[in-house]
C-alpha cells in the first residue's frame, strides 16, 4: 500500500461494525474509487447514485470472494466530495478479511485512518466543524439525551451563529485597519465606538453560549453526583440500594469505603456517574484513609451534584450551607425524630424513600442538564477555542494602538475560522478526527 502521505490518497475501510454480522459495508474515496471499483466487479460503467447487484472478485487470485451491493458517488455529490464507494457483502468474518486482502491488492488504495473520511467531508466543505463534532457525539451516544442533542447540533444553528461572530469580526477589522491608513476625517462618523458597542455585544453572546458547555459536557460525559458524611452512616448501603447491586462493600466497620467507588446509570435517558465517598472523619487512623478523604474533598469542589448523607438528625443543620444539593438523613427505620422539609428520611436497610431519593436525584440532573430556551448548546470539545476568540475580542477593546488591535481581531478571526472551516487548525482537527471510529 502506498504510503499516508497525502491528502488525495484513495483510502477505504470497513464502515460498518466489525464482527459477525448481516451486512457489512466497504467504503472507499478518492479519484480511484471508481477504477477499484471496476477490478472488483469487472464492470467497467458506473452511473452515479446507481445501485447495482454484482459478484465480486480478488483482482490478483480471480477468486469469487462474495455477491454485493455496489454504489458509486461521482465528485462532488458524495459525502466526502471525492468519488465514493460504497460495497454491501454479507457480514461474514471470512468475507470481511477476503475483502480487506482484495482491496489491500489494488493499486493506490490505502487503508482509512480513524475518521480520515469525515475529515475529508469537512476539508471539502460538505460538512461544517460544528456537525463534525456532533457526527462524532451522536456515534458515542449511549443515551437518549445524548442522541437529542447531538442531533440538535447537526442542524446548523451553532454553525450560523459561528458564520455571524466571524462576519461581524470581518466588518470590525476592515474599518480598524482603515484607521490605521487614513484620517478620522475620511472614515464614518462614529465608527470607533459603533466597533466598540459590536465587539461587546459579540462578548456577551460569547459568554452566553459559553456558558451552555457546562450543560453540554454533563450531557456527553456523565453528570457526576457524588455522597459525602462520616463514615459508617450509610453511605455505601444508599449506593448499593439506587444501584441495585453491591457495589460498595458494606460494613459495620467505620471507614469501610477508603477510596471512590464509582458506577454509570442512566436516569430517565440521561448518563449518570455516580460516587461513593470515603467517609469524611476527623482523626483518619491511618495514611490510606487520609487519602480516601483526600479525594473525597476533591469530588467535592468537582461533583456536579453533592448530596450529604447522615444519620444524626442533629447534624443536619450545620452542613445545609455547605453547598450541598440534597441533605439526606439515612437509618429512618431508627430514628423517628421529624425534620425540616427540605430534608429526605430514607432508610437503606428497608428501602424506605430510596425511590424518592432517586426521584428527587432525577429532577435535580435535569435542572443540571436543560439549557435556557433557544439557547444553542457549545459542545465541551471547542471550548478552548471559545475562551481564545473571548480573550482576543478583550485586548482588542482594550487596545488604543490601532495596529495591535487589528492584530488581536485577527487572532480573533483564527480562533473563530477554526469554528467555522474557513481556517483549519491541525492540532484541533486531529484530536477531534482521532476519536472517530476507523471507516468513519
Known amino acids: ?15 460498518s461494525a466489525p464482527g459477525k454480522a448481516g451486512v457489512a459495508v466497504f467504503r472507499l474515496s478518492g479519484k480511484h474509487s471508481f477504477a477499484a471499483l471496476s477490478a472488483l466487479t469487472v464492470r467497467k460503467n458506473h452511473k452515479h447514485a446507481h ?48 475483502m480487506y486482502d482484495a482491496l489491500s491488492k489494488i493499486p493506490n ?32 451516544s449511549q443515551t437518549e439525551a445524548q442522541r437529542k442533542a447531538a442531533l440538535e447540533r447537526m442542524d446548523g444553528s451553532a ?36 466597533n466598540e458597542k459590536k465587539l461587546k455585544k459579540l462578548l456577551r453572546e460569547i459568554d452566553s453560549h459559553l456558558a451552555t458547555s457546562a450543560i453540554s459536557k454533563r450531557i456527553e460525559e456523565g453528570v457526576s453526583i457524588a455522597f459525602f458524611g462520616r463514615p459508617n452512616v450509610g453511605k455505601s ?39 461513593d465517598t470515603a467517609g469524611l472523619s476527623r482523626a483518619p487512623r491511618d495514611n490510606i484513609e487520609k487519602a480516601g478523604i ?7 469542589k468537582t461533583a456536579d451534584i453533592k448530596i450529604f448523607i447522615t444519620d444524626r438528625p442533629g447534624e443536619l443543620g450545620a452542613f445545609d450551607t455547605e453547598g450541598y444539593d440534597l441533605s439526606v438523613l439515612n437509618k429512618s427505620d431508627k430514628i423517628s425524630a421529624p425534620v425540616a422539609k427540605n430534608i429526605l428520611k430514607v432508610s437503606a436497610k428497608t428501602g424506605e424513600n430510596i425511590n424518592k431519593l432517586i426521584g428527587k436525584i432525577a429532577a435535580l440532573v435535569k435542572q443540571k442538564t436543560t439549557a435556557p430556551k433557544n439557547a444553542i448548546l457549545a459542545s465541551f470539545k471547542i471550548e478552548s477555542a471559545l475562551k481564545s476568540l473571548h480573550a482576543a475580542i478583550t485586548y482588542s477593546i482594550t487596545e488604543d494602538d490601532f495596529s495591535l488591535t487589528a492584530e488581536h481581531l485577527r487572532a480573533a478571526a483564527v480562533s473563530i475560522g477554526q469554528l467555522t ?19 468513519k
Open 1 to 15: 500500500m502506498p504510503p499516508r502521505n497525502s491528502d488525495t490518497d484513495t483510502i477505504f475501510a470497513l464502515s
Open 51 to 98: 445501485a447495482f447487484f454484482s459478484r465480486l472478485y480478488n483482482p490478483k487470485s480471480k477468486e469469487l470472494i462474495d455477491e454485493a451491493v455496489c454504489v458509486f458517488f461521482a465528485a462532488p455529490n458524495s459525502f466526502t466530495g471525492e468519488d465514493v464507494v460504497e460495497i454491501s457483502t454479507h457480514g461474514g468474518t471470512a468475507i470481511t478479511a477476503a
Open 109 to 140: 488504495l490505502r487503508m482509512a485512518d480513524p475518521g480520515e473520511f469525515t475529515r475529508r467531508s469537512f476539508s471539502n466543505g460538505k460538512m461544517d466543524f460544528d456537525k463534525v463534532v456532533a457526527t462524532s457525539a451522536l456515534i458515542d
Open 159 to 194: 454553525a450560523k451563529l459561528y458564520k455571524s461572530w466571524r462576519s461581524t469580526l470581518v466588518e470590525v477589522l476592515s474599518f480598524t485597519e482603515a484607521a490605521i491608513d487614513f484620517s478620522e476625517e475620511e472614515l464614518p462618523k462614529d465608527i470607533f465606538a459603533t
Open 237 to 275: 448501603s444508599v449506593f448499593n440500594r439506587i444501584v441495585g447491586t453491591n457495589r460498595a462493600i458494606v460494613s459495620a466497620t467505620a471507614g469501610t469505603t477508603r477510596d471512590l467507588v464509582s458506577t454509570t446509570l442512566d436516569i430517565d435517558g440521561t448518563k449518570v456517574v455516580l460516587y
Open 294 to 300: 483526600k479525594r473525597s474533598k476533591s469530588m467535592m
Open 421 to 439: 472551516g474557513d481556517v483549519h487548525h491541525g492540532e484541533l482537527l486531529d484530536n477531534i478526527f482521532s476519536k472517530f471510529c476507523i471507516g
